[in-house]
């Protein structure tokens, strides 16, 4: 993918973290703890909701899109399936609204089910339409796309300051919900040629046979994902109290900054493979990108750690213990690029299955892990958890991947993670009760991994340039000189 390209896809997760900065702040400040780790239960149904109706279709829709000619007949191919099945999926939630409502939120309130239900229906149709962008390599239009609703959010957040409008849960939930349905507004038109000749195709019976025979075992790979994910708030809301899910909620807002990279990263990474790979290009391509990748990694884990501090002059001083848990915090996004550039084989192979090892083993842990710490650490232990947790993802991904595909070199990946890995732990464990203070370990592992990296700082500039070849080239050069 061309540099400029990638320009664009990386302005919407950008902007999309400045907006969140803006956010996240107001709503520490005119809302309750409770409110805000209730938010984060809606959004964790949200996620399942979509992650269980699009039947991995979206993923194959992406997988396939280079290998087929008629792009509009795959799009309604894979859109189709996951619009009935949500149909049946909204219907019951719907029929058992209280009783959700309740299990999820402590309040037995069907409009606060039905807000859920209907962000769910936005999110999976704009799930799809931004992929008819995404794979058109429209960049721009993508991020515009993506930022909409945090700027959307942040304007009504503004309003409800202004206006002093009652803060409580169900005013937070629909700006939530609104912030969706623009962005949904915004897709339908950006992808209106796309969408329009799909309404006249025919699907192809054999082809979809085919995309849900990829895709299926994905659900259960993605419901383990999200099972991932979302163990540290469904252990924090049934462990702990809604205080302290407001403290994860936040922590982990703020670790967006990592999810930056992984939305850019995951947008324009696994296209890029498989189209190699349709091409039959030179896949040893990725053995000259896990490196640098390897070094962004550890340096965002160094430069976190140094400036966490810079938090107890934007929040409320209830939060003040965040700056020693935002680290950790931004450890499964990190963790997750990795395995990507390290897992690719698994999905190249076809060998889905072992994305749901990979996500079930990790759930198992983090519920395993969570059960045990949240009670003595509140949102810290959750969010140890998760570090551990999305390590062994990492862990598993790679090694099948080797497995399945091709094998590489990984030894100095696992021990330079699990370093980072340790101090994270340690710096959420002791807080500021070390005996040598967090900000300075991170210091002095920022100036280690500068002179251990300072070649592959020179290959983080070509990369970011998309000159692959002469990265290369001056591996071919390296092992020359060695023999």
């Known amino acids: 993918m061309k540099y400029n390209k990638t320009l664009g896809f990386a302005i919407g997760p950008v902007i999309n973290a400045l907006l969140g900065f803006a956010t996240l702040p107001l709503i520490a400040f005119m809302f309750l703890p409770g409110d805000i780790g209730k938010l984060n239960v809606f959004q964790v149904m949200l996620t399942f909701g ?23 007949s795959l799009f309604k191919a894979c859109f189709l399936p996951g619009i009935v099945f949500l149909a049946a999926f909204t219907f019951a939630a719907i029929f058992f609204g209280e009783q959700l409502s309740s299990y999820a939120f402590g309040e037995e309130k069907s409009s606060i089910l039905m807000i859920t239900v209907i962000a769910t229906v936005f999110s999976f149709a704009s799930r799809f339409l931004s ?27 503004v309003v409800v300051a202004l206006f002093e409008i009652n803060k409580e ?23 209106r040629h796309g969408w329009r000749q799909s309404l006249t195709e025919k699907i192809n019976k054999s082809q979809l046979v085919s995309l849900l ?39 982990c807002g703020f670790a967006g900054v990592a999810s930056v990279l992984q939305s850019v990263f995951t947008v324009i990474w696994s296209p890029m493979v498989f189209k190699w790979a349709s091409k039959n290009t030179e896949v040893k391509h990725i053995d000259y990108i896990i490196n640098p990748v390897m070094v962004i990694v550890c340096l965002i884990f160094c430069l976190i750690g140094c400036f966490s501090w810079l938090l107890g002059y934007v929040l409320p001083s209830h939060y003040s213990d965040i700056r020693y848990l935002l680290v950790a915090a931004i450890a499964p996004p990190l963790y997750y690029i990795l395995s990507e550039v390290t897992g690719i084989g698994v999905a190249i192979a076809r060998r889905t299955i072992f994305v749901f090892l990979a996500s079930a083993v990790s759930f198992g842990l983090n519920v395993l892990l969570g059960f045990y710490l949240i009670p003595a650490y509140g949102a810290g232990g959750a969010i140890v958890a998760n570090l551990i947790s999305y390590f062994v993802f990492f862990l598993i991904r790679t090694e099948t991947s080797a497995l399945v595909w091709r094998n590489f070199k990984r030894a100095k990946i696992y021990l330079l993670v699990s370093i980072v890995s340790l101090i994270s732990i340690y710096g959420v464990i002791y807080k500021n009760n070390s005996f040598v203070p967090i900000e300075t370990v991170w210091v002095i592992a920022f100036v280690i991994f500068i002179f251990m990296f300072k070649g592959e700082v020179l290959n983080l500039r070509i990369l970011l340039s998309g000159r692959i070849d002469i990265l290369r080239q001056r591996s071919f050069d390296f092992e020359e000189s060695k023999n």
Request: hydrophobic share 55%.
């Open 213 to 251: 025979r990829f895709g299926f075992p994905l659900v259960f790979s993605g419901l383990s994902y999200w099972g991932l994910t979302a163990a540290g708030v469904l252990l924090l809301r049934y462990r702990s109290s809604f205080d302290e899910l407001g403290i994860y909620s936040i922590v």
């Open 50 to 72: 979509v992650l269980f109706t699009v039947l991995g279709l979206d993923v194959a829709y992406v997988r396939e899109y280079h290998e087929v000619e008629n792009k509009a």
């Open 131 to 157: 992929l008819i962008l995404r794979m058109k390599g429209d960049g721009v239009l993508f991020s515009l796309a993506q930022i909409t609703p945090k700027f959307v959010q942040f304007v009504l957040l």
């Open 169 to 191: 849960f169900e005013i937070l939930l629909l700006i939530q919900a609104t912030s969706l349905f623009a962005a949904f507004l915004v897709l339908v038109w950006l992808t």
